[in-house]
């Protein structure tokens, strides 16, 4: 396809399986469409690569800058987090089940607005004003860019039992951006490294919540596990 549009005889074959429209459409078809550029990780999707006509030194550039916000709002939210008796639909936790509940607060919206506009700036000197719309789009919908800041509220509410056979398990709710989330499994997963007990499963805890809630978690949750079946646990 490249070879096509570079030939000096340049013309649109009616065969191909692409057709043309032109660049100003573009930003429109942007808004219209689940178009994501970014990753909540801070890297550029393949299509948002293809579709921006980056270089390899533009992907860096654009990498490394979100990298440096999406940490700056992660360390931010890392401070701020609290443990509370209730969770977010008000039930309270039962004394007597080891529980937690783990909230992430929301930026205040000024400091929102702040770190947006700086991200903005910086990202439309990468791409250029041709390109930029094709961003600016995606940024100005308000789900854009709490998805990409992740600045929304998250909880992560946990619990720990014993099933039916005595094995102790854990459960979690987590809740994020309007979705909730429920994952459940067996305590021993968060033994420590080298325990012969230990059982994988531990890095897929928590998914979609931020790495600062997922540590404070899986700690919690490390504690029951040596206290309930660690070497000096009570039988």
Not at 6 to 11: E, G, H, L, N, W
Not at 132 to 153: I, Y
Not at 211 to 235: F, H, N, S, T, V
């Amino acid at each position: 396809m490249r070879t096509l549009l570079t030939a000096d005889d340049y013309r649109w074959s009616d065969e191909s399986p692409f057709v043309r429209i032109p660049k100003s459409v573009l930003p429109e078809l942007a808004v219209l469409s689940d178009f994501e550029p970014f990753s909540t990780r801070g890297t550029v999707q393949p299509y948002g690569r293809e579709l921006l006509g980056l270089t390899p030194a533009e992907r860096q550039s654009m990498e490394e800058t979100l990298n440096r916000h999406i940490a700056d709002v992660e360390r931010k939210r890392e401070g701020g987090i609290y443990e509370t008796n209730r969770t977010s639909s008000g039930q309270l936790l039962d004394p007597g089940v080891p529980a937690k509940v783990f909230v992430v607060p929301s930026l205040a919206e000024d400091e929102v607005k702040q770190r947006l506009d700086q991200l903005s700036v910086e990202l439309r000197g990468i791409l250029g004003e041709e390109r930029w719309p094709l961003v600016q789009t995606r940024l100005d919908k308000e789900t854009g860019s709490e998805r990409l800041l992740s600045q929304l509220k998250q909880e992560l509410s946990i619990w720990v039992e014993t099933d039916a056979k005595g094995t102790p398990t854990w459960l979690c709710l987590f809740s994020f951006g309007g979705g909730v989330g429920y994952q459940n499994g067996t305590l021993s997963m968060f033994l420590p490294e080298g325990d012969p007990n230990r059982t994988e499963g531990a890095d897929k805890f928590g998914p979609g919540c931020s790495d600062a809630l997922r540590q404070r978690g899986m700690a919690w949750l490390q504690e029951q596990a040596i206290a309930r079946l660690g070497k000096g646990a009570k039988p």
